[in-house]
């Protein structure tokens, strides 16, 4: 038997009411496993976790789809990250920072097996598809044994690894609205290498809607330098009502640069980090900015 | 522990197989089925040595559990050669010389094949960006990426012959 990992108890429930069942029996120690690239390197008595006593596997029960409905788009929580990066829904100038972020997620092998749902469950504070799902206004639709419920992503995330989801609930489903022609966004991620397999020690996404010449709305995002994801909102108020002038876009950078509370930790320290944010949502604005056709 | 009961479709066989809960496919491979030739590097997903086909796709063996590739097709590297003869891409990374430890070629290879799958004839970008998935300290990755340009290559003239 593998000493890399260890559980008591598989489960495949073949419908919600079962999974909710499983859930709802077993409490503590109960992991919900969709693609596994987060789980399996879980390593209770390796490292410092508590042990999982039952893995209840959701990635069979009808839960990867991408659907564009009448007024918005829906993407089903099993959903793995290259299908929805190879999508065309996400290739439009309002919801490009969607498939930039799923592009830039780990490995295209990883890509394979890691799961939309998986990735916001994880709740790790540099998330990559949580940023532009952030400045998109996602809201998830949860469902537990007491029936559905909606939750807007921005308050989903309640401290690193720690979600707003109950014990027993699961996440089903992702929806965004379609945005106006008017509107574009970017993502961007720093890593030290820009190629490989990495963490972020910065990521970011934006969002500008554009109309009359002006912004009508702006949302940044901003990963790796706080416990969870966040919209940085002071940020996003520099922007709104104005022209977007370079001096503008600048003054919204610096202003996300010093509401971010970075830490030092192994791939950069928290000066450079600060510092970065900067950099980073000036580009992502711009990039933005192209695409909303100004 | 409860075992859980799997059938997986292995290069071209079935096997039925009682496995445990936190068995994982390379666990399986390698200690049940024998077969060696993927190998476990990291263990957590860094570094691509592991990676099989799975449905047609490039996936980790270590991050996937035993239990979850029930009902799927999966091939290793001890699938690729038909007979005596080696598959196009065994046979140009013989002769382009990318092996050099060996280590990490059987998740290159099937990196390889899958994307092959998808991409009949990949650019070098393409296949530098999906050789990035597995990790290679001896070669500098130049000979695996004319490698598999070759083997895309002869893939291409053999079906056209």
């Known amino acids: ?294 | 522990m409860t075992k859980v009961d799997i059938k997986i479709h292995v290069n071209g066989d079935w096997y039925e197989l009682a496995v445990n809960p936190g068995e994982r496919l390379i666990d399986v491979l390698r200690d049940r089925l024998d077969l060696s030739g993927t190998k476990e590097g990291c263990g957590e997903g860094e570094c691509g040595a592991c990676t099989v086909n799975l449905d047609g796709q490039a996936v980790l063996s270590c991050l996937i559990l035993a239990a979850q590739a029930d009902g799927c097709t999966i091939l290793t590297i001890e699938g690729l050669q038909k007979g005596l003869e080696l598959h196009p891409l065994q046979k140009a990374f013989v002769g382009e010389s990318a092996v050099q430890c060996g280590f990490c070629t059987p998740g290159m290879i099937m990196t390889a094949k899958a994307l092959l799958n998808n991409e009949a004839e990949p650019d070098e970008n393409s296949i530098r960006k999906h050789l990035s998935n597995n990790l290679c300290r001896c070669t500098g990755y130049d000979r695996p990426v004319k490698a598999v340009l070759k083997a895309a290559q002869d893939i291409k003239e053999d079906s056209n012959a």
Do not use: W
Not at chain 1, 173 to 178: A, C, D, S
Not at chain 1, 227 to 253: C, D, F, M, N, Q
């Open chain 1, 1 to 294: 038997m593998s000493v890399y990992f260890q559980v008591e108890e598989y489960h495949r429930p073949q419908n919600l009411a079962q999974a909710f069942g499983i859930l709802s029996k077993f409490g503590n120690g109960t992991k919900v496993i969709a693609g596994g690239t987060d789980i399996l390197p879980l390593r209770p008595g390796v490292k410092k976790i508590d042990p999982i006593n039952h893995l209840v596997d959701i990635s069979r029960l009808g839960l990867a789809y991408l659907k564009k409905e009448s007024d918005h788009i829906s993407i089903g929580a099993a959903t793995t990250i290259n299908t929805l990066g190879a999508s065309p829904l996400f290739l439009t100038r309002s919801h490009r920072a969607l498939s930039e972020a799923a592009d830039a997620h780990s490995t295209a092998t990883i890509r394979n097996r890691a799961t939309v749902g998986g990735n916001l469950c994880t709740a790790s504070p540099c998330g990559d598809l949580a940023l532009p799902l952030l400045v998109l206004d996602a809201v998830l639709v949860a469902a537990g044994p007491e029936g559905k419920r909606y939750v807007p992503l921005e308050s989903f995330f309640k401290g690193a690894n720690y979600t707003a989801l109950n014990k027993e609930e699961l996440l089903l489903e992702i929806r965004l609205n379609l945005c106006s022609q008017k509107t574009g966004s970017s993502f961007l991620k720093l890593r030290r290498h820009q190629t490989a397999i990495d963490m972020a020690v910065v990521n970011v996404a934006t969002a500008l809607t554009f109309k009359n010449n002006r912004c009508e709305a702006a949302g940044i995002a901003l990963g790796s330098v706080a416990p969870i994801p966040y919209r940085a909102k002071k940020a996003e108020s520099v922007l709104a009502g104005t022209k977007l002038s370079k001096e503008v876009i600048h003054k919204a950078a610096a202003t996300a640069a010093a509401e971010a509370t970075p830490i030092d930790d192994v791939r950069a320290t928290s000066a450079y980090r600060r510092k970065m944010v900067a950099v980073m949502v000036r580009r992502s604005l711009e990039n933005s900015m192209r695409r909303c056709n100004q």
